[in-house]
């Protein structure tokens, strides 16, 4: 299977400021790398992806960059705000066989913006 | 636009009961996933299934089983329920293998 790290647990930061959260993953053959945000008791929503095919993407504050031969990928969200607040979960993906399909979700990164 | 749907949103039972999570993916969605995140947890893949076939199987306990229906919505069986079982059950869905997957809001399961 897969082993996903997520590096830092925690993450405090000041409004307005930037935030980055890297995932650290071992499978080579994974293919899709996709980051969720969680708030307590509410499902997982999915807030940017990327394929391995691409080296960045971008959707206005919020950016992942992904570098396969080193196998992490970053979430970066700039200009932070109050509401940026909650647990980001990477989940890459793999692509062998019984396992397609099949998010492997890291341990997840607690952010607080302060006001 | 249509959401993955979860019933019952919230359900609490006694040890060694059993219970049924039911989950409506959204239409034209042929794959439906199952997980399970405890307190705290990160969410941990329990069984996929894929044109009403099993296609994928994780760290589901074998007093846990599922299905899916033709009309592709899924239904996780839970037995003999255990304190341990307490958690939050989300289901998701996707077109297919190479595609996002949305999740529904979860069943929050509370074992007594």
């Known amino acids: 299977g897969e082993n996903v790290e997520q590096h830092p647990s925690t993450l405090s930061v000041q409004e307005g400021d930037s935030a980055v959260i890297k995932c650290t993953y071992s499978d080579s053959a994974s293919n899709y790398f996709p980051w969720y945000k969680q708030e307590l008791g509410k499902r997982p929503q999915l807030i940017i992806d990327i394929r391995s095919n691409v080296g960045e993407k971008k959707d206005q504050r919020i950016a992942v960059t992904l570098n396969k031969t080193a196998k992490h990928f970053s979430l970066h969200i700039t200009e932070t705000q109050p509401e940026d607040s909650a647990v980001y979960f990477c989940a890459p993906r793999g692509d062998r066989g019984s396992t397609l399909g099949r998010l492997y979700f890291g341990r997840g990164t607690q952010l607080t913006v302060w006001p | 636009a249509a959401g993955v749907i979860q019933s019952p949103r919230h359900l609490i039972k006694e040890k060694r009961e059993t219970a049924t999570l039911k989950c409506y993916p959204i239409p034209r969605h042929d794959t439906v996933y199952w997980y399970q995140q405890g307190p705290g947890q990160d969410p941990q893949f329990l069984i996929s299934?894929?044109?009403?076939?099993?296609?994928d199987k994780g760290s589901i306990p074998d007093r846990f089983s599922a299905q899916q229906f033709s009309d592709y919505h899924s239904e996780l069986n839970m037995s003999s329920l255990e304190l341990g079982d307490s958690a939050l059950y989300f289901c998701a869905s996707s077109s297919n293998f190479n595609s996002p997957l949305h999740f529904g809001n979860g069943t929050r399961l509370t074992v007594t």
């Open positions: 299934f894929y044109e009403k076939m099993q296609s």
